[in-house]
């Protein structure tokens, strides 16, 4: 017999803090949207925070994927129905501190809610965790007022089609879309320095923001550490398993930065080889990208105190 969804449903948070979960929507007022047909768009973003919570161990939990986001599981094959997070909705803060290290999290092609078992997980042991899902980038951005603005393949440097045209020019594209990212994560930023400052909000005062890191995953991996390199407010960072195509690829960082990388066994074939496979259009291209991720990953890990 299948198992339902809340069977088979998140792991448990392991720390000693039950979890809350609110979402904001932030409008940039001094940025651009560049990936919208209207010149007057304003960057705007929704952020998913993971807190530590005040609420008891019968407060009901929110859904994992709110439905209107199901596209964005759709996308990866994930059916959530039924399958709920670990984390109560808008639910007061922990009171066991007065306020708590925040770290802001840059997914990669999907919603952070989607990554919701490591935010979880951060904050039931005492961090605030503010999931950015950076617009156009995604199956769809879902915002408060019922507005849905669905994925445009350029905010993904076209990665999910065919790729095709000068290396070169795939690889900027790649580098504008990270920078772009690292760009969002200092905007939130700035939107949590207010949150922080708002007495009548949830998290008013409740956030310890001389303790700000950031960390995220592939592109998003990347961001973080630009962010972290560009913005003095950042005091570490990590990057799961991002190439690097900015410019922190290549000169590195001055603070602690952490990098989970997998085996990428794609890079152990010779050009020939990985061009007949179809991993790569041509071996310059290959030999580009391989020297892009090789470097870079030694470059932090050479240049970050400590990497």
């Not at 990554?115 to 904050?123: D, F, G, I, K």
């Not at 900027?172 to 990270?178: L, S």
């Not at 560009?230 to 195509?245: Q, S, V, Y």
Request: proline letters at 7%.
């Amino acid at each position: 017999m299948q198992a339902t969804p809340e069977l088979e449903g998140l792991p448990a948070p392991t720390g000693r803090h039950r979890v809350g979960r609110v979402s904001v929507d932030w409008v940039d007022p001094s940025r651009g949207e560049i990936y919208s047909s209207d010149p007057r768009d304003r960057r705007e973003l929704v952020v998913w925070i993971w807190y530590p919570a005040a609420s008891g161990p019968d407060a009901e939990r929110a859904a994992y994927l709110p439905e209107p986001w199901a596209p964005s599981g759709q996308l990866l094959g994930l059916d959530a129905a039924g399958l709920l997070s670990h984390a109560v909705e808008d639910s007061a803060v922990a009171d066991e501190q007065p306020s708590y290290p925040v770290l802001v999290l840059s997914p990669s092609g999907f919603p952070p809610l989607l990554l919701a078992a490591t935010a979880e997980e951060l904050a039931s042991h005492g961090y605030v965790v503010a999931g950015v899902n950076h617009t156009y980038e995604t199956a769809v951005t879902v915002f408060a007022d019922g507005r849905v603005v669905p994925m445009n393949p350029a905010a993904v440097a076209g990665v999910l089609g065919p790729q095709t045209g000068p290396y070169q020019e795939r690889f900027r594209q790649r580098a504008a879309v990270c920078d772009y990212k690292a760009a969002d994560l200092a905007s939130v930023a700035d939107h949590l320095e207010q949150l922080n400052a708002d007495a009548a909000g949830l998290l008013a005062g409740r956030l310890d923001l001389g303790r700000l890191g950031g960390f995220g995953h592939s592109f998003g991996g990347n961001a973080a550490l630009q962010w972290c390199r560009n913005d003095g407010r950042c005091r570490a960072a990590a990057n799961l398993d991002g190439a690097l195509w900015t410019e922190v690829g290549r000169v590195g960082l001055d603070r602690p930065a952490l990098q989970l990388l997998a085996g990428h066994p794609e890079f152990a074939l010779s050009a020939a080889d990985a061009v007949a496979a179809g991993m790569a259009t041509d071996a310059a291209a290959y030999d580009t990208e391989k020297a892009i991720a090789f470097d870079g990953w030694r470059t932090v890990h050479q240049h970050a105190r400590p990497g």
